[in-house]
């Protein structure tokens, strides 16, 4: 009898699937928080066609607005949170006049060299605000739930903190989607980016469209800021270039100019990121997050979810 | 008539003093020492910490009339703790020819990118901080340093603080891909093996991280009994933050690189009960040390710190240097280098200082720990 013979292979626990799912956590709350940075520069670039290097700096101003709210004014975490948010939406809708409208007409080269003077500029306004140094999160602020273990089982621990984090991020992405889809204003934002001069012909006020978007995309990358700065409990003024780089790596992953195609990047690079780090070599983390990304755009040129544009034949 | 002409001729001298003064910095009859740490960027609370210690000791030199009457004066170089700036840095200290000296830099990979640069300009450097075992081959005679170095640090923590202080026998190492952090880490390897130790995992992370997560869930399998936290306090913090979150309960500990308040500002509950190695403990220190203490106390609002004990101690041993030899650069090597035996050691706040051929001190280390969100002195884990 070769009853016995075949027996579930023994997974050690080095390879088991306490560990794997670990860090699938780990990678899906780092991936969801790409995912909403990565959704911002991906509306940008959908409706204007700049790749926004600013952007990284709404998120990093975010974390430190919520942190400010409720060191100086005492709010409680929720209402610094949605402040903030609404802060960084406003921060979005002011860069996009003072630095990108004059330059609506210009080449493109000219926008994008002033969204990474942008990036600098904030930056450097942070450090003069609140000092370079890094800031601890105010921990006293955060409901108590949060550091309690909502699902323990054979060794992998998901804290209330994560499934805070991944419901944001749902939440945030659905009502994104329902924005985009199903309202006026979202209807606008897509015949913008289809072509400007027909939506302006077809009635749309083209800037307020614009500016719009940009008090959408830095709204959630503000929400992204203060969960990571109170998740990993840092915050510094530089914190925002690493992000932005790596959301915008998952943007073009996902096809930029798509926007569940950016929700899916952030996922996709996050999870990897996790599990290089987690199977392969930690000192390599970023590296393979990249490798994926360059993979991906060889194998499909457009990303994952972009639109692969016919090529046209030049009439000689 | 007489004394009206030297009036004038006396002016003359003042105003080119001060249109030199206002041109190069530097103001005539005056002995300028380069300080160079990272005053900007992550690591800027180090930083603050030397500038402290050394501006307390120049302001006692100066008060007491400068050395030989001359008044000392301090150039600030900020390196960001990066190799890149350090070189710049060192270039600037360098090619100043009234800058007799330099204390520093603070960290590792800095010192040992700006030390061929000091070693062509023949320009002599002490640090009060920086532990890499290989600076003293680089440095051909012109480096000193008033600190042990990470080979004794290491072996230490392996052979004494792990088995003896925390009793813990299984150590996960994470460690910081740098000059210092991979030395230490080496070290204490080597050390492990003595003291019994058995080392279940070793991670890397890259300076400015965040999310450490991963390479924890990896070292957690192993299930250690205490973490090696081989870096800098920005990122052990975050590191003792995570651990906790994902369920370690067990002690943390790490060496000099984590004796910072920020620590414990940003780590909040999660520093608890974390051990680290110091050249300085105040309260283990001796009659002057603890004086110092208090001095320091009153002066910036904050207990005194290591690293501020060694840049103290290091602005002391220049300024005995040059009483006897004179702003010299030469000169002065030739003085630090002479203070080679026991007998012939500086004493400080930081206890006995002389230098072996390779610039290197033997100084003990002592422990420290963070208990209910403040730093003690260690005390044997239960």
Redesign the interface.
Known sequence: MRRNSWVPAPFH??FGWA?FL??LI??L??GGIYAMIAVGYTMIYGVIQLINFAHGEIYMLGAFFAVTFITLLGLPFYVAFFLSMACCAVCGVFLDILAYRPLRKSPRLAALITAIGMSIFLQNLAMIIWG?????FP?DALPEYF?K?AV?FG?V?L?W?HLFIFGITIIMMIGLNLIIKKTKWGKAMRAVAQNQTMAALAGINVNRVISYTFALAGALGGAAGIM?GAY???L?P??GY?AGVKAFAAAVLGGIGSVPGAMLGGVVLGVA??????YLS??Y??GISYAVMIIVIILIPAGLFGKVLKETKKSM | MKNRKSFLFLGLILAVALVFGVTTGATAGTIRIGVASPFTGDLASYGDNVKAGVNLKLKEINDAGGINGQKVEIVWGDDLCAPKEAGTVGSKFAADKTIVAVIGHLCSSATLAAMPIYVRAGLPTLSPTSTNPTIGDVGKGWFFRNCYTDDFQGKYLASNVVPKLLGKKKVAIFYENNDYAIGLKNSFVAGAKEGGITVTGAEAYVAKTTDFTPQLTKLLVNKPETIFLCGYHPEGALIAGQSRKLGFKGPLFGADGIDNIDYIKIGGKAANNTYCTVPFLAASAGPAGKKFAARFKKAFGRDVDWMSANAYDCMGILAQVIAKTGPDRKKIRDGLAAINSPAKGYKGITGLTYFDKKGNCSKPAFVKMVKNGKFVPAVKAK
Not at chain 1, 273 to 278: I, K, N, S, T
């Open positions: 626990t080095y560990l670990q860090q780990n990678g709350t780092i370079s140094r890094a800031k601890p921990h550091e273990t323990t060794g621990h804290s903190f990571v990993y409990n840092s510094y530089t914190m690493v990121e996790a599990l290089g780090a987690g930690s000192l983390r970023d």
